[in-house]
């Protein structure tokens, strides 16, 4: 069949198609992130599970149970950890109104250092003159305080059923993953290199997920336990939650690596100096550059060989449709799609168009036929015909005539 699309249509339709999946993806966010959660985590403990099978000779359900058991004790760990950082840090607040002024003295003296042209206009020397002295007392007050805690109580059971959700998933994906593997391969039907490639995607997309979620944990955790170190050494007010954050927030590109610097900076120039504040976040940017462009390249390799673009898009698009359980997926997401865009003829363009240093020249890989498709792209532009044959791999030099024109049996005349 001989549709002769013009080029515009054929864009149109791509946009058609890519807006329905979005609109599809940011419905059904209910079904897809729990399933896609699961599918990363059993990406990742799939081989732990077959090294206790296999040389430990532990039955394969068993083995599965026991991997994710201690998951969900690592969970539970991390949050242990936020359980005890939050009531520190509420215990941490003045408790007497003296206490209260003494606070805002401080600030408002460190704030005339780094801000001397009229700040005692907006922030004034005495506390009782200060409208953002009794907003920031009234915000932080015992009942408001109590209101956020039972919120964010109210939101981690919320994702608790979710939790548990996955956890059970991801059971059944990993007792069953090597059967589901096999099936998806026999949907592509019986040709023995379509099997090949296909077997080949599929372990690609697992490595590359395996690989960026298992060393973007080690290298959070170093993250966490240098600059915590650091921050504690210089007395920040709440240097453990700071290193918290910088554990879980690094999980998401650039966006999360600089929303994880700002707390300790502000942290410093509030409480302790300007000096201190600056030398935290030269440290930061320090220590966040050689992890990012030295440490997590030479882990990593180049299975998450992502160009920044890419990912700042691909970090904007996962949060429109899925929000925050989008910008922690959005990394693995894409190391997938990359993954089977090289293995899939005619998509290795798009690969190598998210992949970073220079672009790979085109390989020709059917011969006659696709130099004749070329040929015909490019005469197509200079004719200025939109419209490109499909069939055989040849352009039709009689362009805007029918296939069949001259044939007897479709001559109605």
């Not at 329905?20 to 940011?26: C, F, K, N, Q």
């Amino acid at each position: 069949m001989n549709l002769n699309l013009t080029t515009a249509t054929r864009i149109g339709l791509n946009l058609l198609v890519l807006l329905g999946m979005a609109v599809s993806l940011y419905l059904g966010a209910s079904v897809f992130i729990p399933m896609m959660f699961s599918v990363l985590v059993a990406s990742v403990l799939f081989p732990s599970v077959r090294f206790l099978h296999e040389r430990l000779y532990v039955p394969w359900f068993f083995s599965c149970l026991l991997i994710l058991l201690l998951v969900v004790a690592l969970f539970l760990l991390v949050l242990v950890a936020f359980a005890i950082a939050i009531p520190r840090t509420i215990e941490g607040l003045p408790k007497t109104d003296e206490g209260w002024k003494e606070r805002y003295r401080t600030i408002q003296r460190n704030m005339s250092q780094i801000i001397p042209y009229k700040v005692n206009e907006w922030l004034p020397p005495n506390p009782e003159d200060s409208k953002v002295y009794s907003v920031a007392k009234e915000a932080f007050s015992e009942n408001n305080v109590l209101t956020a805690v039972g919120k964010i109580a109210q939101i981690l059971l919320e994702y608790l059923w979710q939790a548990i959700l996955i956890m059970f998933i991801t059971l059944f994906l990993l007792i069953e993953g090597q059967m589901l593997a096999d099936k998806a391969r026999a949907i592509f039907g019986p040709s023995r290199v379509t099997q090949d490639r296909i077997t080949v995607a599929l372990a690609e997309m697992a490595e590359a997920i395996r690989t960026y979620l298992v060393w973007r944990t080690i290298v959070n955790l170093g993250l966490a336990i240098v600059l915590g170190t650091v921050y504690y050494a210089l007395r920040l007010e709440y240097w453990y939650l700071w290193a918290l954050l910088v554990a879980v927030f690094s999980y998401v590109p650039y966006l999360g690596t600089i929303a994880a610097g700002i707390p300790p900076m502000l942290d410093a120039m509030l409480f302790l100096g300007p000096a201190e504040a600056i030398g935290i976040g030269v440290f930061y940017t320090g220590v966040v550059t050689f992890e990012g462009y030295i440490i997590v390249p030479w882990v990593m390799g180049r299975s998450m060989d992502l160009n920044a673009t890419t990912v700042l898009l691909a970090c904007l698009f996962w949060d429109l449709v899925w929000g925050m359980a989008g910008l922690f997926l959005a990394m693995p997401i894409m190391a997938a799609v990359k993954a089977v865009c090289m293995q899939v003829d005619g998509w290795q363009g798009w690969g190598d168009l998210m992949s970073s240093g220079p672009p790979k020249p085109l390989k020709i890989d059917h011969g006659a036929a696709e130099a004749a498709r070329i040929d015909a792209i490019a005469q197509q532009g200079v004719n200025g015909d939109g419209t490109v044959a499909k069939e055989g791999g040849h352009p039709d030099p009689r362009k805007g005539v029918s296939p069949d024109a001259g044939d007897p049996k479709s001559d109605r005349y």
